[in-house]
């Protein structure tokens, strides 16, 4: 369940590449003895080998994994452990949060609703729901709107606010953009419970889950299911950045209605939910939805691309080609639970993944390599070989990074690259540096340059082609920023002194949520601009900024209660952060 959220798990630790080095618990002797599902035959031992390598890479503590085809499940396994302390495996009868996932559940009860005439997906949500606190400016939201996230409206977890004249505020004209919106479906979830005349647990389970026999699978997600359930884990340190192989711990009990992502499954379960898909919405005992709407429901509506460059988003699913054939593909992220699903539509062919925790990533890759294992079994075509896991201490242009950059007041930093990998000097010793996506990277010393991301930047002009079609180099490496510190290098010709707006200072600062989806926020001014976390927030009014750059926009940060000279409160997307003076 992406989630726009100030926190670092969120903005700089999305890179799916890998980060070897010391391990929180993938040992080398820890990874021998990992619990592993017997092998069956060729495609299990591709599909094993690639699993091990991964979780070990990625510091996953147990994955499971559901695969099937149109006419059955091809495969249930765990891998790992559900529960690190007690060394207990992961069976194929342990729950995992779904996340997002959730979404498409969403969707296809919607579209009943629409089969049985009780709901219009071009009607505005207001004129079902009249009383959410919802203001439309650049125009009326309706179903299509919110089922394909295009509502405008600002991706809130969690619709009603602590404080009761909030109101979720559009950005932009619905239908304009692609912005992921969580508090989109849990409207479509209200206006589901109350069409339906019963709660969204009740209704689910008898439209979907009863009859595609998914009888192992959790509606919402509560304490009575968590003898059943992995252990999820999380950052250990969740007010620091976090490194591929940095230390983890048991995250705190979540109880969760939010149809944003509340289901709670099995692989068995989740594999009658992708035969239900690969069939386009026939289940065992007759359709879940009808054919028309099954192609409403995967109608590539607009572009998706937080999904893949060539994704697209449907009703609560996104829409995109695996070499040439149309998938059907979601990701679901909780606190401490990150999913995957792949549905290969031509291929005939889906698998779903899900880890139990949350490093910024999803387990898209070992979908991805099971539906093609899957499709070259049904196509009798040689297996896929097994594809190696990507370092993320390794990059081609390690080399662009490396130098020296000197802060306006001389204090210096110090890089170097060797190979494709790039270390930052700290007094006699070496820091290894993963790759975070981009310009970006992170420390992977506990404790050592751990607060912040580096995050380098390059001179002002874009990559073209020349005459000869090929791409010309990036621009030059010309400055990187750790926190509030910003460094120049040699060839940064531009001013060195900026102006900050005097009401900054009131609120730079450490903040922090009582949510567990909250986390962690540090505030500060650089190069005249106010920034979260490495993100810069554009003024538009009063104390009130938009995150990003994009001018349409709708998540925003407002700082309150301003007291001795500083704000006491930051709140963002409807969601309260408070200063704390703990550094």
């Not at 989630?3 to 890179?15: A, P």
């Not at 750059?549 to 209660?561: D, G, R």
Request: charged share 20%; with cysteine.
């Amino acid at each position: 369940m992406p989630v726009q959220r100030l926190s670092r798990r969120t903005f700089l630790s999305g890179s799916a590449a890998a980060a070897a080095g010391a391990s929180w618990f993938w040992t080398a002797e820890a990874a021998a003895r990992m619990p592993l599902p017997p092998a069956a035959g060729a495609l299990e031992e591709n599909l094993d080998a690639y699993i091990a390598a991964y979780m070990q890479a990625m510091n996953a503590p147990g994955l499971t994994l559901g695969i099937a085809d149109a006419e059955r499940t091809l495969r249930t396994a765990g891998y790992g452990y559900a529960n690190v302390d007690q060394h207990a495996a992961v069976t194929t009868d342990h729950l995992f949060q779904i996340g997002s996932i959730t979404k498409s559940f969403v969707a296809l009860v919607v579209l009943q609703l629409r089969e049985e005439g009780k709901v219009d997906l071009q009607k505005p949500v207001l004129d079902y729901l009249p009383g959410l606190p919802i203001l439309t400016e650049f125009g009326p939201v309706n179903l299509h709107h919110l089922l394909t996230h295009t509502s405008g409206l600002p991706d809130n977890l969690g619709l009603f606010s602590s404080d009761p004249a909030a109101r979720l505020v559009q950005g932009f004209k619905p239908g304009e953009h692609f912005h992921y919106c969580n508090a989109g479906f849990e409207i479509l979830g209200l206006l589901a419970s109350k069409l339906d005349g019963r709660p969204w647990r009740v209704g689910v389970e008898e439209r979907i889950l009863k009859p595609l026999a998914m009888s192992q699978t959790r509606s919402v997600i509560t304490t009575a299911d968590r003898a059943r359930s992995a252990c999820g884990y999380a950052p250990y340190w969740d007010d620091q950045v976090y490194s591929r192989q940095g230390r983890l711990s048991p995250a705190p009990n979540l109880v969760m209605d939010n149809t944003a992502g509340c289901i709670a499954s099995t692989p068995g379960d989740m594999a009658r939910y992708l035969r239900m898909l690969l069939n386009h919405g026939s289940g065992p005992g007759g359709r879940i939805v009808s054919e028309e709407s099954f192609r409403l429901f995967s109608t590539p509506y607009i572009k998706a691309e937080e999904f893949s460059p060539t994704a697209s988003y449907g009703y609560g699913i996104a829409i995109d080609t695996l070499e040439g054939h149309k998938v059907l593909r979601h990701t679901g992220g909780m606190v401490a639970f990150a999913s995957s699903m792949h549905v290969d539509l031509d291929g005939g062919v889906a698998a779903f993944a899900s880890i139990n925790a949350m490093q910024g990533y999803r387990p898209t890759a070992v979908t991805e390599y099971a539906v093609l294992l899957g499709r070259a079994q049904h196509e009798q075509k040689p297996l896929p070989s097994v594809p190696a896991v990507a370092d993320a201490r390794d990059m081609d242009n390690a080399a662009d990074y490396a130098g020296t950059f000197t802060a306006p007041d001389g204090r210096k930093l110090v890089f170097a690259a060797e190979g494709k990998r790039l270390s930052l000097a700290d007094g006699e010793r070496m820091i290894p540096l993963q790759h975070a996506g981009g310009d970006t990277f992170l420390s992977t010393s506990p404790g050592a340059f751990a607060m912040h991301a580096f995050m380098f930047g390059r001179e002002e002009k874009g990559e073209s082609a020349g005459a000869t079609g090929k791409k010309e180099s990036p621009p030059p490496v010309i400055e990187v920023a750790y926190g509030p510190d910003w460094y120049l290098g040699a060839r940064y010709r531009g001013p060195s002194t900026f102006h900050a707006a005097a009401e900054y200072e009131s609120y730079a600062g450490h903040y922090r949520s009582d949510d567990v989806w909250g986390g962690d926020a540090r505030v500060y001014a650089r190069k005249g601009r106010l920034i979260v976390d490495g993100t810069p927030l554009t003024p538009i009014g009063g104390a009130v900024f938009r995150v990003g750059e994009e001018p349409w926009s709708p998540v925003t940060v407002e700082f309150l209660h301003l007291f001795e000279g500083k704000a006491r409160l930051m709140r963002v997307g409807g969601m309260d952060h408070w200063r704390v003076e703990v550094d």
